[in-house]
């Protein structure tokens, strides 16, 4: 019998795809679906990106670079100046990802021992379930700081004895899944702390241009040192298939990484680094994406608080973090939404020590003639 990692059966499976199992049992019922459980919006990539990538496929394609391209370094390098006014070295403080999930996975190696005692990660509870998954792999102490009124998580809260031990910690602004977002001064905050305590602090950005009133900070405009930030193309160009992000930030970090990332080759192809080269580049397609999820966001809104029921903060993202009404609890809601054809994510699939089980998250992803379609079956459901 081959002797295997036991970690695969002791984590309950990735939560989407159990999701995915409940909804294939509906189809089979010749039921519409209404799917607001994945990110992954329904709206077209902008065409001059599919036509960078296709501008980018080479008679021969090569390996690439674990470094990417200096066109895509100058292009995201040029962006956080113009989002953040903030100013980085493109050919030492910026590394190109393969999207925002597996740099979720893989970063913690980049400071876990697994055979010191002080090797824990810090991350939010709710939040993005990679964050445990990938210090878990690592052989690391994952551990799960509960949110709870506005979801801010602040660090400099935490106990002396768990941040002694501490080697590196994830923030998430804006948060998913409540929408959440830090302000600057908090950020500032928590690079105070994390120095202090010559902790590694990453903020996950992913979110970052998907907002509906005042566009949220970074946390490069609170200092590089000990820092690193993590972008994504998915959700801000419409480009969750083409799997493109970067992280930035510390260039004694970002060099490490390189080193770390060239051992199992995590790099994006050149035609696609040529799509996220033009996407990076062009701010305008992101106003008519932000534009098309406040309309969706809007027209959930109006209908929630028309009968009664709390969409919980969700400032930005493209998300909605709905609480449960009476006699529910965040399975049982999902499930009876899903009998009747609408789809949303119980939040217990975001928490890991019980969090987010007083609500349920709305990912924006149908078009806006669905949302409404999908507001019409909610109040024949709802009343």
Not at 46 to 66: E, H, M, T
Not at 246 to 270: K, M
Request: hydrophobic share 45%.
């Amino acid at each position: 019998m081959p002797r295997l990692n036991p970690l695969l059966d002791q984590l309950a499976e990735y939560p989407m795809v159990e999701l995915e199992r409940r909804k294939r049992a509906v189809a089979a019922r010749g039921l519409p679906l209404y799917d607001f459980s994945v990110g992954d919006p329904v709206e077209p990539t902008p065409l001059f990106i599919r036509q960078a990538l296709k501008d980018g496929v080479k008679p021969r394609c090569g390996y690439p670079s674990i470094a990417g391209t200096p066109g895509l370094r100058g292009a995201i390098a040029d962006y956080l100046g113009r989002r953040f006014d903030v100013e980085v070295n493109p050919d030492t403080q910026i590394l190109p990802t393969a999207g925002a999930k597996e740099a979720v996975f893989h970063t913690p190696l980049l400071v876990i021992d697994p055979a010191a005692e002080d090797k824990a990660v810090v991350f939010p509870d709710p939040g993005y379930p990679a964050y445990q998954r990938g210090v878990l792999f690592a052989g690391g102490e994952a551990v799960a700081v509960p949110l709870s009124g506005d979801h801010i998580f602040r660090p400099w809260l935490l106990p002396a004895e768990l941040l002694r031990r501490t080697r590196m910690i994830w923030l998430n602004t804006p948060h998913n899944p409540s929408g959440a977002v830090t302000d600057l001064d908090d950020l500032r905050r928590a690079v105070d702390v994390a120095q202090r305590y010559d902790i590694v602090l990453v903020c996950d950005e992913a979110y970052a241009d998907i907002y509906h009133d005042a566009p949220p900070p970074s946390l490069l405009q609170a200092g590089t040192q000990g820092v690193l930030v993590l972008h994504s193309l998915s959700k801000r160009s419409g480009m969750t298939g083409y799997r493109s992000g970067f992280l930035a930030g510390d260039p004694a970090l970002i060099a490490r990484l390189r080193r770390l990332r060239s051992n199992p080759g995590l790099a994006s192809p050149d035609f696609v680094n040529a799509a996220a080269q033009a996407a990076w580049s062009d701010d305008g397609h992101v106003v008519q994406r932000r534009d098309l999820f406040r309309a969706k966001r809007q027209a959930l809104l109006d209908f929630f608080d028309q009968i009664g029921i709390d969409v919980h903060l969700s400032q930005a993202t493209i998300y909605l973090w709905v609480r449960v009404p009476a006699g529910f609890d965040d399975e049982s809601w999902a499930a009876a939404l899903l009998d009747h054809g609408v789809v949303v994510s119980p939040g217990r699939m975001f928490g890991v020590n019980g969090a987010g089980r007083g609500y349920v998250r709305l990912a924006l992803v149908p078009s806006l003639d669905d949302v409404r379609a999908a507001i019409t079956v909610l109040r024949g459901v709802l009343g």
